[in-house]
T-cell receptor, first 113, second 114 residues
Framework: GESVGLHLPTLSVQEGDNSIINCAYS??????FIWYKQESGKGPQFIID?????DKRQGQRVTVLLNKTVKHLSLQIAATQPGDSAVYFC????????????FGKGTKLSVKP | NAGVTQTPKFRILKIGQSMTLQCTQD?????MYWYRQDPGMGLKLIYY???????DKGEVPNGYNVSRSTTEDFPLRLELAAPSQTSVYFC?????????????FGAGTRLSVL
C-alpha cells in the first residue's frame, strides 16, 4: 500500500512464497498503470503495465490486477526469489496534455532465504 | 546498448553553487523527463520534453532549468543550489507519451547541498 511520511511499507516474505503488493491510485479517469522495481542504488526498472480496459495482465512470474471500482492495483510475484528484493512503485497516468505519470511512494519487498 | 546515461553519479554542492546534471539516451526517444526522489517518497516530475527544442514544467520545477537542443541530450540545471534540492535525480525517456509508453530510467544522480 501507500506510505505515510518517510517510512515505506514493508512486505517480508519467505523465498518461494508468492508476494502481493498493493497500490491505491487517485484518479478514476486514469487509463494506464505501470509497475516499476527499484533496487538499492539503481534507477526504476519496468516490470509490467496494464491499460484500464483490462482487469488482469500476466508476465513472467508477475501478474497485475486492476480493480477500477475501488481504484486499486496489485502486483503478484510468484515464487519470490532473493533477487526480487527491492522497492516496488506503481504509477498512473493522470491525463493532461502529455498524460504524465504520477508515482506512488512505493513498497519495500524483503525476501528471506 | 547503453539506454539512459546520467552523470555524475554523486555530487556535493555548497549552498548557492550551480551545476548541470547530464542525461543522454541512445534509443532515439522523443520524450525525456527529469524526476527527483526524496527518501521514502515517490518520483516527482521536474521537467519534461516532447522533442528537441520543446520543454515544459512538471510538478516541481522551481529552482531548475532545462534545455533540449538534441534528441539525445536533456541536461538539468540548478542555478542557486539550496538544501531543499538535496535528493536523488533520475532522468528517463520514452518513445511516446508517458501515458502509453514505457519510461526507461537512468541510474540516478545523488546530490547533497550543504
Amino acid at each position: 500500500g501507500e506510505s505515510v511520511g518517510l517510512h515505506l511499507p514493508t512486505l517480508s516474505v519467505q523465498e518461494g512464497d508468492n508476494s502481493i503488493i498493493n497500490c491505491a491510485y487517485s484518479n478514476s479517469a486514469s487509463d494506464y498503470f505501470i509497475w516499476y522495481k527499484q533496487e538499492s542504488g539503481k534507477g526504476p526498472q519496468f516490470i509490467i503495465d496494464i491499460r484500464s480496459n483490462m482487469d488482469k495482465r500476466q508476465g513472467q512470474r508477475v501478474t497485475v490486477l486492476l480493480n477500477k471500482t475501488v481504484k486499486h492495483l496489485s502486483l503478484q510475484i510468484a515464487a519470490t526469489q532473493p533477487g526480487d528484493s527491492a522497492v516496488y512503485f506503481c504509477a498512473e497516468n493522470y491525463g493532461g496534455s502529455q498524460g504524465n505519470l504520477i508515482f506512488g511512494k512505493g513498497t519495500k519487498l524483503s525476501v528471506k532465504p | 546498448n547503453a539506454g539512459v546515461t546520467q552523470t555524475p553519479k554523486f555530487r556535493i554542492l555548497k549552498i548557492g553553487q550551480s551545476m548541470t546534471l547530464q542525461c543522454t539516451q541512445d534509443m532515439n526517444h522523443n520524450y525525456m523527463y527529469w524526476y527527483r526522489q526524496d527518501p521514502g517518497m515517490g518520483l516527482k516530475l521536474i521537467y519534461y520534453s516532447v522533442g528537441a527544442g520543446i520543454t515544459d514544467k512538471g510538478e516541481v520545477p522551481n529552482g531548475y532549468n532545462v534545455s533540449r537542443s538534441t534528441t539525445e541530450d536533456f541536461p538539468l540545471r540548478l542555478e542557486l543550489a539550496a538544501p531543499s534540492q538535496t535528493s536523488v535525480y533520475f532522468c528517463a525517456s520514452s518513445y511516446g507519451r508517458a501515458a502509453k509508453n514505457i519510461q526507461y530510467f537512468g541510474a540516478g544522480t545523488r546530490l547533497s547541498v550543504l
